[in-house]
Each structure stands twice: as C-alpha cells, then as structure tokens.
C-alpha cells in the first residue's frame, strides 16, 4: 500500500496551496481517506476526511478554508488550502482506511500513510 503526497512548499499568510496524494489502485476498499498534519512540537491532528460516499468533515480550524477531495479514476486525494494562516503550518500526510470510524478525524495512527509534505506558512 503507497500513498505519495506531493504539492507542499513555503507560502505566505492568506495564500493558497493545493495538495495531492496519489494512491496505489487499492483505494476502491479503503472506506475513508483523510489528511492529517503534524504542526512542529506538537501531536498530530485531524485535518480533513473523505468518505468512499463523499461525506466529509472537517476540523473546526479549517471549516470554510480547506476542501477535500478525491479523483477516483485517478486515485488521487487532494487538499486545497485557502487563507492560510502560520498555525497551518506542518507536516501534512494523507491516511486511508479499509474500516468504518465515526471519529476517523480523531484518529490519526489509524490506517495507512504516506511520508508526508512540509507545508510552511509565514
């Protein structure tokens, strides 16, 4: 199972940057995708998810500012990141899983990853 993120890099605050993460063509059995983002010094969180019906959610700092998405045909996952902020800034990795979680967004040592793209906002 690989998962290859790609699109990180150093933005200043209020841009934009677009992730992707590319998946080997496992990703018709994985329920749920996701991003998660490890910000420096602190714990990993809870970015976005994607469910295989295209339910999402969101973490509360994100809502009406990051999107996620995902192209099946491509077997991609993406995250476009609007108004960023210094507090977005951190190690970003997209996680699939083959099981059902209510609280996948909570759960970030769940499922597969990839090994993740710096993202720095300043």
């Known amino acids: 199972v690989q998962l290859v993120e790609s699109g990180g890099g150093s933005v200043q605050a209020g841009g934009s940057l677009t992730l992707s993460c590319k998946a080997a063509?496992?990703?018709?059995?994985?329920?749920?995708m996701a991003w998660f983002r490890q910000p420096p010094g602190k714990e990993r969180e809870g970015v976005a998810t994607i469910d295989m019906d295209g339910t999402v959610t969101y973490a509360d700092s994100v809502k009406g500012r990051f999107t996620i998405s995902k192209d099946k045909a491509n077997n991609t996952l993406y995250l476009q990141m609007n108004s960023l902020k210094p507090e977005d800034t951190g190690l970003y990795y997209c996680?699939?899983?083959?099981?059902?979680?209510?609280?996948?967004?909570?759960?970030?040592?769940?499922?597969?990853r990839g090994q993740g793209t710096q993202d720095t906002v300043s």
């Open positions: 996680s699939a899983t083959s099981l059902y979680y209510s609280d996948y967004l909570s759960r970030p040592d769940v499922g597969y």
């Open positions: 063509d496992f990703t018709y059995t994985m329920h749920c």
